[in-house]
């Protein structure tokens, strides 16, 4: 009965976006890494194997983190008095010129995925500089852990400081240089990553559209972030109606997983485009507050069936913990609910789908603890008192409001233990 683990504990993982499911004293079975199953008793096929058990524990889905920005790391929670085009000419993009020196870059990536890994977030869509050696160090970094992950050598030839801006030609011959050397990752793949409308070209988002069909490799991008960057961008682009349709008509779409930032201020048009290519919108809560001062309409963008995940966004947020973006998510939901009422509230259990389930899809099977999922899991625990006993649901729920990492016992990676 090799390779099978079998855990005891209690077990919380979204069944929908509506509902949790919650099993107390529960054992699942792990086999070759893919959940096999939940029982009340281990059954008798399984005599023999031992059991692990995590006693008051909960075991829940590892989370994914749809949007940060590893370069940006050493700026978490510092430099957060301008809001987004000043934040990004005073403070980003000089950290980001720093990634020329791949000594730099070393030693702020091992930084950045060991803090991940320990707040629980085992599969990432992430940012890298403009900078083919440092970005190429990160992606290999992740392969080596074996995080499900996108990464992107960022691309921006326009309205950006000398240091940062690339040539087109540069832009384009670097970039399908980084998707040859890494299309062949097993979990750590290369994604296109025009920055924003606002620092790049139309010739260089059509080149990158020529790459995304002949390597058949998708995007992520920042999009209807800000009112500035979203007037900013029609004003560079007039041929175009809203935002999305700026990549689109650059022929980035359809070729792989597309990923939008933010999408707080989408019209009708955005979030049409955005369906047709299945795209995700990811909402980063921590961000929203810090440099962007606006709250994607959640709710209403589930209502009209948006894919939606949830983003650390650093340094723009301040923390690389998913579960405390999903309690966020709530939180910012009933100020936008306030403010405009025909925004509705978002359930916790919506905000832990997109920090699980939602987001995860986008990797493959992972982000729950059903039959066939992979079991990339934590065990969380130490939330509850003695006076005031929490069910495993609450505990889930206290560990997003108020836990930390220390809460989290162990983590698994397709059924190894890591971190
Ligand atoms: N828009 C363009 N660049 C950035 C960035 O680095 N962070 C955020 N949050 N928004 C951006
Ligand atoms: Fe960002």
Redesign the pocket.
Known sequence: MGEIGIYHGNIVFSKTEKELAEYRNGYIVVERGVVEGIYERVPDRFCGVPVRDFDSGVMIPAFSDLHT?AP?YPQRGVKTDAL?KEW?EKY?FPLEGRFSDPEFADAVYDAFIGDMIRRGTMHVVTFGTIHEQATGMLIEKLEKKGIDAYVGKVNMDENGPEYLCERKEDSLSVTERFLEKYCANRRAKPILTP??APTCSGELLTGLGKLAKKYDVGMQT?LV?SLWEKKETLRLFPDCSCDTEVYEKAGLFGHGPLVGAHFIFPSEEDIRLLNRYSGYAVQCPE?TVN?IAGIMPTALLSERGVKLGLGS?VA?GQSLGIFSQAAKSVQLSKIKSFYEPENKVVSFAQAFFMATKQGGSLFGKTGSLEKGYAFDALVIDGLSDEFAPLSPVETVERFCYAGSADNILARFLRGCEIG
Request: without cysteine.
């Open positions: 920005h940006q987004l990004l980003t920055r924003f920042h972030e961000a440099v966004d723009a």
